[in-house]
């Protein structure tokens, strides 16, 4: 498993003496686990540490698997906690790298009362998993192609009228899983006319009315890695809808125009935010420009004013400004892109229209 040997460089470069990784994500990211369980690198010695519930699914993967249950129910269960599976494989050593960003506070304070020092490795796996490989960039692809089967669909239905949000949600689910998703990255938004302005809106029973926005903010996952993708439809836009939309798809061209191996993503934001302010909507801009894409569907790097975050090529980042007058409607416009050393490859779901 090549990305162990990332790992052992996490370990390096953190001066941990051991690593322990308990995030899903990072689980699949790493060593191809989905499912509960903490990944534990020590002595050139990779183990998986899971429930014993995982203990079948968890052989599949290849390597050293210790299975925990409160009692000892099999020759191979090893009996008692997480933790004192934990204390048994780090064997004394005190210097522990761990992805902190995904412990809760209870698990947090076990930790500190079991080990000494625990050195944080949050950002450096995050690092890690924000440049994608090819295989990564195939999949996400991959599952850009089935969004965009299921953004046709949402179109076409938002076209046909007398249909509400939920059905048109559902008609989006149902083909993203037709055309081969595992799951959907996030929940389908679909949202009309005045719930347009909410974000983050949850499909409700309301119909469409003509001339009003259709956001649709879907994503599909495909082995393990996600898509986002947002369009909003306007048959015969009155007049206000049609000139937003026109200041956010403007705002978003010249964001995408930003995006490069080597750009900050602090510019790319004000890049976009620029163009909404000078006409007079800056206020309604209300979220950051956009996010990187992968195993999660928001991850580093993270395209805001206030990121730190340099683009690097192969990551993958969503531009999305948008602009949302609240009790009237809103609009957004999103692709993922994938970052290159010159124009970035812009993963498209459907074309831009009015």
Known sequence: MKR?????????RSGSECVIITAEPNLYYYVNFEGAGSLVLCDGRS???????????????GLEVVSYFPFKITENTFE??????????LDGHKKIGIDMN???????????????????????????????????ISMIK?????????????????????VSEKQVAGYIDMTMKEEGAEDYAFPSIVAFAENSSKPHHIPSN??????????????AKYNGYCF????????????EVRKIYEIVLQSQLEAIDQVRDGAKASEVDMTARKVIERSGYGKYFIHSTGHGVGIEVHEKPYVSFTSRDILKENMIVTVEPGIYIPNKFGIRIEDTIVVTKGKPEVLETSYKLL
Request: proline share 3%.
């Open 4 to 12: 162990l040997q990332k790992l052992e460089e996490i370990r390096e």
């Open 47 to 61: 183990t998986l540490v899971v429930p014993e519930l995982e203990r079948n699914r968890a052989m599949e993967v």
């Open 80 to 89: 008692g906690s997480m933790l004192s599976v934990f204390q048994k494989l």
């Open 102 to 136: 995904w412990l809760n506070s209870t698990t947090f304070l076990q930790f500190k009362n079991l080990l000494s020092d625990l050195i944080d490795v949050s950002d450096l796996v995050l690092e890690q998993r924000s440049v994608k490989d090819d295989m990564e």
């Open 142 to 162: 991959e599952a850009g192609k089935i969004t965009s089967s299921a953004m046709k669909v949402g179109m076409e239905k938002v076209l046909s009228g007398n």
């Open 206 to 219: 309301k119909v469409f009315e003509k001339g009003m926005p259709a956001v649709v903010d879907i994503g």
């Open 228 to 239: 986002d993708s947002t369009r909003t439809f306007i048959p015969s836009p009155k007049e």
